[in-house]
């Protein structure tokens, strides 16, 4: 059952998303060759801390850490590790956290150093994937609309498009209907109404769209070991068009000082 949300409802979940959007921002600041996942781990549950939030992911499904932190042909679900990124990998960062009892959730991949030409390609198309889906997330369409609209878009530049994973619903948990597939047929699916209240979240690979789990039981990587890019954004529709409530401008910010 899709839990429609209220104004002020929607007006906490944008103050939930932005934590997790000042989060990724610190994670931006911090990010680069010699750093490591369990580094950026620490400094974001320090972080969330100090909003008065708390971290979304962390004990919820068994989760043992504040982020996942996904790099080069992991998909997404990485757990952050001791291994130093280098030039040339990318690293995809998805954050929880939670604040006054709603879910904020949303993902960004970091380019480390100069990264090869082809994977840049498939960096910038996943996030405009991400766009095309939340432009699609008006009162005029249906949910599939959303992934129609992912899906055309990176399988025209020759992209595999996950379709074992999925975004979701979202507020005071972090996983509510309705699931907001990467890929769908126009005009199927609910009926998008004000009040929904969404992760969108692109998951787009450079070859095969299959993908497995590793030994952890979190790591997804891609079938064929090419690398994969994760965008995610946090989506409200209000008077029938899509607001976003998370931003990527505090990692923008930070990451063009360092360039």
């Not at 879910?103 to 994937?129: M, N, Q, R, S």
Request: aromatic share 6%.
């Amino acid at each position: 059952m899709i839990i429609y949300k209220t104004a002020d409802e929607i007006e906490i979940m944008r103050e939930a998303a932005q934590v997790v959007s000042r989060t990724l921002g610190k994670i931006a600041e911090k990010i680069g060759p010699g750093v490591t996942g369990k580094e950026l781990d620490q400094l974001a549950e320090d972080y969330i801390h100090s909003q008065d939030a708390v971290p979304g992911f962390k004990g919820l499904y068994g989760c043992p850490t504040t982020l996942l932190v996904s790099v080069n042909e992991q998909v997404v679900h990485g757990l952050p590790s001791d291994i130093p990124f280098k030039n040339g990998d990318i690293v995809s960062v998805d954050c929880g956290a939670v604040w006054n009892g709603y879910y904020g959730d949303h993902a960004y991949t970091f380019e480390i150093g100069e990264i090869d030409p082809e994977v840049k390609k498939l960096v910038d198309v996943t996030k405009e994937c991400l766009y095309l889906g939340i432009e699609a997330s008006n009162t005029g369409n249906r949910i599939e609309d959303i992934g129609f609209a992912i899906q055309q878009h990176a399988e025209k530049h020759g992209y595999g498009v996950v379709r074992d994973l999925v975004g979701h619903g979202l507020g005071k948990k972090l996983h509510e209907d309705p699931q907001v597939p990467n890929y769908g047929r126009r005009g199927r699916g609910k009926k998008i109404q004000n009040g929904l209240t969404i992760a969108i979240e692109p998951m787009i690979n450079m070859g095969t769209e299959r993908v497995k789990m590793m030994d952890d039981k979190w790591t997804i990587v891609t079938e064929d070991g090419l690398p994969s890019v994760h965008f995610e954004h946090d989506i409200a529709v209000v008077d029938g068009k899509p607001v976003i409530l998370s931003t990527f401008d505090y990692v923008e910010e930070a990451l063009s000082k360092k360039k």
